[in-house]
């Protein structure tokens, strides 16, 4: 996650999916005025405007960080919700706002937009922000950062020195991170890599260079050039298809999922209806997909049930292990910094989605204002990989029954490519009311330059912070940790956790043979300190409940979280990217709603100081028994690469659940039905 520098937008246009898209798009769709949905083209544009005759003369030298949906408060969309689904007149929508982040004169300004009837916005209130922390980087100025050493007489004698073409050199840039200065200047690094033979960049690091620029004189104000190191050979490297040589690897037979009747999903808008499931699919440039109002029928009351308010990706932490001059600071937030959404790759039609996939294009505010396109940047499709949801055979009747309900799901789908790394994100729904979160690591690992070619020839481990990956290659020790904003509303707004730990108790002497079994001790939080959690350490079990809602025999209804593969940071807590990235302290969290929390590290996150996250916010120790609460879930990893991680890496995948927990009066599986 370094952060790249030149942003591919646009695929060529595919013209099947743009049938099937229309085909979804009746005219006369409602759904435009949903107060969840994401900010159209010419909301952007009447923002823009908006903006930019609040600073008249000024506006030249503005620049747009940040604009996106500023939602409407929950009881304000519950109600208009409620209204609309019990299929009364719809009531006129709450007021459509944006929340913009902008840039001028070397300080950033929040702007709170009202976004009118037609194309009229207006601004509702302006503030400078006085605090630490920068907004998110926008790619013309990375791209102009990154272009910067190439007139810079220094960095060409370097490149010279080491007999390098300076027409294969390219620069990627990184964020500086926050160590404890006092004063700061928004700085980018700039990292220069070697093109020569290979697409591979990544693999050709040029070592030994630091430089640094100020991103408001938009100029280079620290420069070193203190030793050298060999840059790894181009050879191998290399992953285009179209460049490979034989022997070839495993052929694979294509493989495809026909729906002779078209998709089993309906899109009117942004909202989504697949089986028993109904919710709204946005998308925001800093955390990408966005879930809201998932809703799931419940066949016994007939009606759709709500489960989830609102989700999506908080925050995306990488920090690297590498305590030297020129690797100490990279510690990427790359939701807070390169966002999520804005990063995302325009996905190919039959490789990064199913043959059946449905596209979905998303727009985000360029630099001045104006929209962007991203084509296909987002694909729904329906999945079934032979996987069974229920399957029981039974032989005690004089004629064996064999009955099977075949798991197919429906999978929402992005890919947020932040400079090496590319994020797979599928939000899967399941007919058994099971929502999956499953995240797959992909891309070029981010490695080091070394001189080192044997493992024989490293006298200590230590040194190289990383494995030995190929000739001159490390690849460094890193985290990944995925910060998931979960707003559950079980069959209702007042939730409560129930954290069920799983006990070793004794048998009573002598009884029966048996010596120990387990048993269940529900423990409710009462307010934030009570609910941070690790997980991992002691079997236990964690419940969503609404109090005040019980099925028919008496069980309140809920809604658990399933962890996947724990992963705590394990950096020392006063550490500064620790202090920028305490939501890690926890795999668990657990906050009152609260519509100015949204992002764990904070809202301005570039440079940070850990004043405003997930950790302060947790420390106003509010109520959240019965109350409206938020789930804050950590998946995360610790990454030790190996040489199947070069020259590329192969996705990794991992997740965790939601699964109804006493939500249902019967398995709802039961009733399932595919037909041909
Ligand atoms: C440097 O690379 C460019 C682009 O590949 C090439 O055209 C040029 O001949 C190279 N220069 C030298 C001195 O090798
Ligand atoms: C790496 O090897 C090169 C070439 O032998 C040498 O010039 C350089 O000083 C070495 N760098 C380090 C850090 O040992
Ligand atoms: C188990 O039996 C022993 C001996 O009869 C007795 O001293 C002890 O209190 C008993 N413990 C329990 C838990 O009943
Ligand atoms: C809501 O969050 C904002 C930002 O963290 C904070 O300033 C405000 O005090 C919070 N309100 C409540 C009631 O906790
Ligand atoms: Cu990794």
Not at 13 to 22: E, K, S, V, Y
Not at 135 to 142: H, I, N
Not at 193 to 209: A, C
Not at 250 to 260: D, E, F, H, N, T
Request: charged share 25%; proline share 7%; aromatic share 12%.
């Amino acid at each position: 996650m370094a952060i790249w520098s030149l942003k591919p937008l646009l695929s060529p246009p595919f013209c099947l999916t743009a049938l099937i898209f229309i085909f979804l798009c009746p005219k006369h769709s409602h759904q435009y005025h949903y107060p969840l949905n994401s900010l159209t083209p010419s909301e952007f544009t009447s923002i823009r405007k908006c903006v930019e005759e609040t600073y008249g003369e000024a506006s030249p030298k503005l620049t747009f960080h940040y604009v996106g949906l500023d939602e409407p408060d929950k009881p304000v969309v519950q109600s208009w919700w409620l209204q609309q689904s019990v299929g009364s007149t719809p009531a006129s929508p709450p007021p459509r706002q944006a929340y913009v982040v902008v840039r001028i004169d070397g300080h950033t300004e929040e702007l709170w937009v009202d976004l009118g009837k037609g194309d009229r916005a207006s601004l509702i209130a302006k503030k400078v922000y006085a605090g630490k922390g920068y907004p998110m980087f926008g790619f013309k100025e990375q791209d102009a950062a990154g272009n910067l050493p190439f007139s810079y007489r220094p960095f060409l004698d370097s490149v010279e020195r080491r007999k390098l073409n300076i027409s294969l050199v390219v620069c990627t840039v990184s964020s500086t991170g926050w160590f404890g200065e006092k004063e700061t200047k928004r700085t980018l690094r700039v990292l220069p890599l070697y093109k020569g033979g290979t697409t591979n960049l990544y693999m050709r690091p040029i070592e030994g260079i630091t430089v640094v620029v100020d991103l408001d004189l938009m100029e280079i104000v620290r420069y070193h050039d203190r030793f050298r190191v060999m840059i790894p050979e181009a050879k191998g490297t290399e992953y285009r298809m179209s460049k490979m040589n034989p022997p070839f690897g495993p052929i694979l037979k294509g493989a495809s999922m026909v729906q002779r009747g078209g998709p089993g999903f309906h899109i009117d808008g942004s909202l989504v209806s697949w089986a028993n499931w109904k919710f709204h699919l946005g998308f925001d440039s800093r955390v990408g997909p966005v879930i809201s109002l998932a809703s799931v029928y419940d066949p016994d009351s007939g009606t759709f049930r709500q489960v989830l308010y609102r989700a999506y990706i908080s925050e995306l932490f990488v920090p690297y292990m590498d305590p030297t001059e020129d690797w100490y600071y990279r510690t990427f937030f790359d939701g807070g910094e390169s966002g999520l959404g804005q990063s995302s790759s325009s996905l190919k039609p039959h490789a990064d989605c199913p043959n059946n996939a449905v596209f979905l294009d998303a727009y985000f505010a360029w630099q001045d204002g104006e929209p962007v396109e991203v084509k296909n940047a987002m694909c729904v499709f329906e999945r079934y990989a032979g996987d069974v949801l229920w399957r029981h055979t039974e032989v005690l009747l004089p004629e064996q029954v064999t009955e099977v309900r075949p798991g197919v799901s429906l999978v929402v789908r992005m890919v947020s490519t932040v400079g090496n790394y590319d994020y797979i994100i599928d939000w899967e729904f399941k007919a058994n009311g099971v929502i999956k979160f499953e995240v797959g690591l992909t891309g070029i690992l981010e490695v080091r330059a070394t001189n080192y070619t044997h493992t024989d020839q490293v006298k200590n481990n230590d040194d190289l912070y990383g494995s030995l990956l190929a000739e001159n290659i490390v690849g460094t020790y890193h985290d990944h940790f995925l910060a998931y904003h979960l707003d559950l509303d079980v069959d209702g707004v007042r939730n409560s956790l129930v954290k069920e730990e799983l006990k070793t108790r004794r048998v009573a002497n002598g009884s029966v043979p048996r010596k120990s079994y387990w048993a269940v001790e529900k423990m409710i939080p009462r307010t934030e300190s009570e609910a941070r959690f690790r997980l991992g350490q002691e079997p236990s079990e964690f419940v969503v409940i609404n109090p005040s809602k019980r099925t028919k025999i008496g069980n309140n209804v809920g809604y658990s979280l399933v962890p996947g593969q724990v992963g705590s940071s394990i950096l020392a807590r006063e550490d500064y990217p620790q202090i920028r990235g305490a939501f890690t302290d926890y795999n668990l969290w657990v906050t009152p709603y609260n519509k100015s929390e949204k992002w764990v590290g904070g809202r301005f996150t570039d440079q940070s100081r850990g004043d405003d996250t997930l950790a302060t916010w947790s420390s106003r120790n509010r109520k959240i028994e019965n109350e409206d609460i938020v789930l804050w879930y950590m998946l995360g990893f610790h990454h030790v690469p190996v040489q199947e991680d070069f020259p590329i890496m192969p996705a990794l995948r991992t997740g965790f659940e939601l699964r109804p927990a006493n939500f249902f009066e019967r398995n709802p599986t039961l009733k399932v039905k595919v037909t041909p």
